[in-house]
């Protein structure tokens, strides 16, 4: 198990985010962040990781990849998510002192350790906000690599500007497709980042609102990442919880809320 670390040396590991990296998070809905944390530590996060995978698992336990900064026994996970350094990088990217002329204390919304095998399939693309059922703009996602990872492991890719068409759809427990199909006109009216070639200890962080999703791991070599989010202190959701997979979405019925008028075909 590691050791909880002091905030001194949690920001020998971990770097601010810089003026230009606010500014482009701001405009596009996502940013690279080369070497946020250094790679020593990023191997760190990973051993704890696999040593908790390792154990033998008890009947009932939850499982151990998710809420790794939440647990007694996942250091140094707790000490970096938590601290003064990572709070202060999040709450600039949020931003919403812009509106508010105060910065809004942050949550811890979840964390996950994610691992792709070779062949696994891509993800969905779709935003996350509008999958957890968040009643404003704030969540962000910090994707954290813990090894190198490729174009070709299924790096993710984003929408760019997306996160300024507000909430397309959610799209988890739905017969309808990802965004990409049902808006089959959204990458070219906006414009999908390039393919990203992370170095261990790189990491990206995409707006709640961004569209992303990402290839099939094409590779012979596992996809290993940190997934961490937060959320605005004052956010509602809809059901109280703010899973990853989707809070519950009904639609409406025809009897109470009939529809006006279908469009005729272009
Ligand atoms: O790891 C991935 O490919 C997708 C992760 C994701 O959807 C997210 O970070 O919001």
Same mark, same amino acid.
């Given at each position: ?15 601010? !985010? ?75 990217? /949020? ?6 002329? /105060? ?45 190198? !990872? ?20 959610? /799209? ?38 961004? !569209? ?55």
């Amino acid at each position: 198990m590691g050791e909880a670390l002091t905030e001194r040396e949690i920001e020998a590991v971990l770097r601010e !985010v810089t003026d230009e990296e606010v500014g482009f998070y701001q405009e596009f809905g996502w940013v690279m962040m080369k070497q946020l944390v250094a790679p020593e530590f990023a191997t760190e996060l990973q051993r704890v990781a696999q040593e908790r995978r390792d154990r033998p698992a008890k009947e009932g336990a939850a499982n151990p990849a998710v809420h790794l900064a939440l647990a007694e026994d996942a250091e140094p996970y707790r000490s970096f998510m938590f601290s003064e350094r990572m709070s202060h990088n999040a709450m600039r990217l /949020v931003n919403k002192r812009r509106l508010k002329g /105060v910065d809004v204390p942050l949550r811890y919304r979840m964390d996950m350790h994610i691992l792709k095998p070779p062949g696994a399939a891509g993800s969905t693309y779709h935003q996350d906000s509008a999958e957890h059922g968040s009643d404003r703009v704030g969540e962000l996602q910090f994707w954290l690599a813990l090894d190198e !990872v490729t174009a070709e492991m299924g790096a993710m890719r984003f929408v760019s500007r997306s996160h300024r068409e507000g909430p397309l759809g959610s /799209v988890f427990n739905d017969d309808r497709g990802n965004l990409l199909e049902q808006y089959p006109n959204l990458t070219s009216v906006l414009e999908l980042s390039p393919p990203f070639h992370y170095q261990l200890g790189d990491c990206t962080v995409h707006h709640g609102y961004t !569209v992303h999703g990402g290839p099939d791991n094409s590779t012979d070599k596992p996809r290993l990442s940190y997934l961490f989010s937060y959320s605005p202190e004052d956010t509602r959701y809809w059901n109280g919880t703010a899973a990853n997979w989707g809070a519950e979405r009904k639609r409406l019925d025809d009897t109470a809320n009939p529809i006006i008028l279908k469009p005729s075909g272009d």
